[in-house]
């Protein structure tokens, strides 16, 4: 895993999950904190949707397709080589507030 | 999923059970349902369902902890205690043995830095990004060591003897104090700790008297509730290598050219020596170079090393400090490296002042290396393989020249590294899997076992393994007919007469669960 810190361009990763900031509102913030890790640059998560779809849509803040539904399955049964999140880390309430978030249209 | 219960218990009595933890941590806490159970399966797991807990629970405190644990006796339900769940390669969140119930501690994220003292005391649900977002948001100078997946949690990774990349990357030699719940639910501190309000508590380890961090260790004689952890003060500089070897039979002089500086303390981090599929499996599928099954071929190997240009092998050294410092020390190192069959040589040079890194070797959390569960393409994981050797060359090709044998004759992928320890070697192998390949799946487990049993030959140990194979790695510690498993059981039984506290874990049963030992 080592030898990739020097091909992936380490420097960028810096940026992969900024600090929450308070004034975020509720879903944003949660999506950073519970998500960011792996759902922004850099992560595991947009790594792995990147090799699945344009890239360009693999951030998943990005996309106007997601549904709730779509979003609760993810988080709560997998996908892929994402696990299964447990209410004690993602109540259902910040699950709801991550999924407006994320359902939120927005600007092409 | 229903009759998924504790052995020994019938579904009314853990119905009692569950209903007094919901009277201490609210019944919106206790999670029961079928996809409540789920989300503690460990999804890299070869049969998800051999580990199935009960149900789970969520404290907020450690009063909460000390109420549940107390209640565990009560009722006789074994608890398997996790921090964040993220152990991935080594069970997950999933517990060691069936139907225990999940004590889900990832609700616990308060954290106190020291920064003048460079310490942090922490709960065990803050992630490695959680520490790493409070530093950053307050301007803190302290660094943090990450582990690859820096998804878990901080003390959970420390308590599982996890490691990271830069001088601090031993995360287990780091701890200072801890507070733990004991299987009767009375609180205890180590170290200084012991003193009430002492303020030396993450300064000091050792206290008077026997030192107990590390009895918490990888073990099951308590549960942690808060861990104290030094950080490192962000250093001046960090300097070094990133050098490329171009053939296996490298691996020997590398080791005899690291061992003495890492020996002499020249060295401080760990470097890892590493083939090319680390690389490989993180960016890239399997199917992008070859549709033949087996071990890969040399060409494959071949192609992969051309189109990322790495050798065969590859390590990062680095040294941290003053820049005087870091660039003698960068000095002492070339010349240790001058006149030897080096592939490529690429300096590593950051400066107080510069942009950030913005990698582990400067305690920036990632997430991406777990890309590589994803190598067979569909649904995969990884298991952990990590025998301790003694840091000498020849030994090193042995280990490496056995284990790739190994690999070929199961057709599996070479990935391992060799990570340099003061004294010893660490041989991290990830054994990378498609779940969805029934044959494939069929030969990990008797390739582990193989593994396993190939290391034992020559006397060598794992340093940590995976839920499965806890009894297994526990039996090869044999001195004495196995004379360390008896003192831990001892122990244990005394500590915990009703083996409330994560029967199995590290191999050590209680006397209620005994007959569970595989």
């Known amino acids: 895993m080592r030898a990739l810190l020097l091909l992936a361009g380490a420097g960028l990763l810096v940026a992969a999950k900024p600090a929450p900031q308070p004034s975020l509102p509720p879903g944003a913030r949660l999506f950073t904190e519970k998500c960011g890790m792996c759902h922004r640059k ?18 998943l803040e990005s996309r106007n397709d997601l549904t709730g539904d779509t979003i609760e399955a993810a988080i709560r049964t997998g996908i892929g080589n994402m696990p299964r999140i447990s209410r004690a880390e993602v109540s259902d309430a910040q699950l709801r507030a991550i999924s407006a978030y994320l359902t939120k249209r927005k600007p092409k | 999923m229903v009759d998924v219960l504790p052995p020994g218990l019938d579904a009314t009595a853990l119905d009692r059970a569950l209903k007094a933890f919901a009277a201490v941590v609210g019944s919106e806490w206790v999670l ?3 996809q409540d159970r789920e989300t503690y399966f460990d999804h890299f797991a070869i049969d998800e369902a051999a580990h199935a807990p009960a149900a789970a629970v969520a404290p907020a405190s450690a009063e909460e902890v000390q109420a549940i644990v107390r209640l565990a006796n009560q009722h006789k339900v074994p608890l398997w205690p996790i921090s964040r769940g993220k152990n991935f390669g080594y069970g997950g969140a999933a517990p060691r043995m069936k139907g225990s119930v999940v004590l889900d501690l990832s609700r616990m994220k308060k954290i106190e830095v020291d920064e003048e003292n460079g310490t942090v005391l922490l709960e065990p649900g803050v992630g490695f990004y959680d520490l790493y977002d409070h530093l ?23 308590l599982d003897r996890g490691v990271g990349y830069t001088s601090y990357g031993d995360h287990a030699a780091r701890i200072c104090g801890l507070e733990v719940v004991l299987p009767d639910g009375d609180l205890v501190r180590t170290g200084m700790g012991a003193m009430a309000g002492a303020p030396t508590w993450q300064l000091y380890r050792f206290g008077f008297g026997p030192a107990w961090d590390q009895m918490f260790v990888q073990s099951n004689f308590g549960v942690v509730t808060k861990l104290g952890l030094w950080l490192m003060p962000e250093p001046e500089s960090m300097l070094g290598f990133d050098f490329e070897f171009d053939k296996p039979e490298d691996l020997e002089w590398v ?5 003495p500086l890492r020996r002499e303390g ?11 599929l ?5 960016l890239t599928t399997r199917g992008q170079w070859t549709d033949k099954p087996g071990a890969l071929s040399d060409s494959v190997i071949d192609a992969i090393r051309k189109r990322f240009n790495i050798g065969w092998w590859s390590v990062q050294v680095r040294a941290y400090g003053p820049l005087d410092m870091t660039e003698a020390t960068a000095r002492v190192i ?28 400067t305690g920036v959390p990632i997430t991406f290396p777990l890309q590589n569960a994803n190598w067979h393409g569909g649904r995969g994981g990884h298991l952990g ?3 301790v050797l003694p840091a000498r060359g020849s030994l090193a090709m042995d280990q490496f020249r056995r284990t790739y044998a190994l690999y070929q004759q199961f057709g599996m992928d070479y990935h391992a590294s060799f990570a340099m320890g003061e004294r010893h070697l660490t041989n991290v192998n990830q054994v990378l899997f498609n779940k969805d390949d029934a044959g494939m799946m069929e030969r990990v487990d008797k390739f582990f076992r193989a593994l396993v049993a190939d290391a034992t030959t020559q006397r060598y140990g794992e340093y940590r393994t995976h839920i499965e194979y806890m009894d297994l790695v526990a039996s090869t510690y044999d001195f004495n007919n196995g004379a360390l498993r008896r003192l831990n059981e001892t122990l244990k039984d005394a500590l915990d007469p009703n083996g409330v506290i994560a029967p199995g874990k590290s191999g050590i049963w209680p006397k209620a669960y005994r007959g569970e030992r595989a």
């Not at chain 1, 949707?49 to 693999?58: G, W």
């Not at chain 2, 080791?255 to 061992?259: K, M, Q």
């Not at chain 2, 010349?335 to 510069?354: E, I, M, Q, Y």
């Open chain 2, 32 to 34: 029961a349902t079928d």
């Open chain 2, 255 to 259: 080791v005899d050219t690291l061992a």
């Open chain 2, 334 to 361: 070339e010349r240790a490296f001058n006149g030897k069959p080096v592939l490529s040589t690429k300096r590593a040079r950051w400066v107080k002042g510069d942009p950030p890194e913005g990698s582990p070797m």
């Open chain 2, 278 to 282: 680390r690389a490989a499996a993180v």
């Open chain 2, 266 to 276: 020249i060295i401080q981090q760990s470097p890892s020596i590493g083939n090319w």
């Open chain 1, 42 to 59: 850099g992560g595991m998560g947009t790594g792995l949707l990147s090799r699945r779809m344009d890239a360009k849509v693999a951030m």
């Open chain 2, 136 to 158: 950053q948001q307050r301007g803190i100078k302290l660094w943090l060591s990450v582990p690859g997946n820096s998804w878990g949690s901080v003390a959970g990774n420390a």
């Open chain 2, 385 to 387: 393989y990590s025998p």
